[in-house]
């Protein structure tokens, strides 16, 4: 399968604690992206990546969140101190700049605060 | 970023085609309209996109206003498989590539009836 790939897919965690989730992109795709998707609403965007540098963070992106995509291959995505407001599916997209408009998402990772 | 607007659900029966209407009436010149579809449980896929002309693909249609300001996605013949959560979306494009950041709104929940 040489789709969107995201790790781990299902994650629980108490409040306070670090999580951090992994995205492998369809190789050779040079924009990675990030999303959130509460119960009920679409996706939210969080942040995108062309290569290693990240282009553009959402203003609903706190502090606690982190991503890297150190070497412009896979990405992570870091929450410290989570929150139960931080309980969402986190998904990964990526695409071909100038190959196509299409983005291709992940499966996505549920993440639950207790 | 320019808004959309789609009814909040819609049925259909299976075998019949089924018209998704997407009103975006502060669409700007360089804005692609995307249609993405999210099936239960799993991430949002790539449907179809269009600048101006209607575009056709071998999963649907999508006929754009001529004024731009609507639109509408076109399942020839809905099949049960089709039932999934139908978003339209507006990003911005310059020269042929998108500037990547997809919004999306609530979507349409799409029925389909045996």
């Known amino acids: 399968d040489t789709g969107v790939s995201q790790d781990p897919r299902h994650k629980i965690t108490k409040r306070g604690q670090n999580v951090t989730f992994r995205c492998d992109p369809i190789?050779?795709?040079?924009?990675l992206y990030w999303y959130r998707q509460t119960l009920g609403q679409g996706p939210e965007f969080l942040t995108y990546?062309?290569?290693?540098?990240?282009?553009?963070k959402s203003r609903l992106l706190s502090d606690r969140f982190s991503a890297e995509r150190p070497k412009g291959s896979f990405s992570t995505l870091e929450i410290q101190r989570t929150e139960q407001g931080d309980s969402a599916m986190y998904l990964c997209?990526?695409?071909?700049?100038?190959?196509?408009?299409?983005?291709?998402f992940g499966p996505g990772t549920r993440l639950t605060v207790l | 970023d320019a808004k959309t607007t789609q009814p909040n659900s819609m049925e259909s029966n299976e075998e019949e085609p089924v018209h998704l209407p997407c009103n975006h009436s502060t669409i700007s010149g360089t804005d692609y309209i995307h249609w993405y579809r999210q099936l239960p449980s799993q991430g949002p896929e790539y449907v179809i996109h269009?600048?101006?002309s209607n575009v056709n693909n071998r999963m649907a249609s999508l006929a754009i206003a001529e004024d731009r300001k609507s639109s509408t996605l076109i399942l020839h013949r809905a099949t049960l498989r089709d039932a999934a959560v139908y978003y339209c979306?507006?990003?911005?494009?310059?020269?042929?590539?998108?500037?990547?950041?997809?919004?999306f709104g609530q979507g349409t929940i799409l029925t389909v009836h045996p």
């Open positions: 269009g600048l101006t």
């Open positions: 997209a990526s695409s071909l700049v100038l190959a196509g408009i299409e983005q291709f």
């Open positions: 990546f062309q290569n290693e540098a990240q282009l553009e």
């Open positions: 190789s050779e795709h040079n924009r």
């Open positions: 979306i507006l990003s911005l494009g310059a020269g042929g590539t998108s500037y990547g950041k997809l919004t």
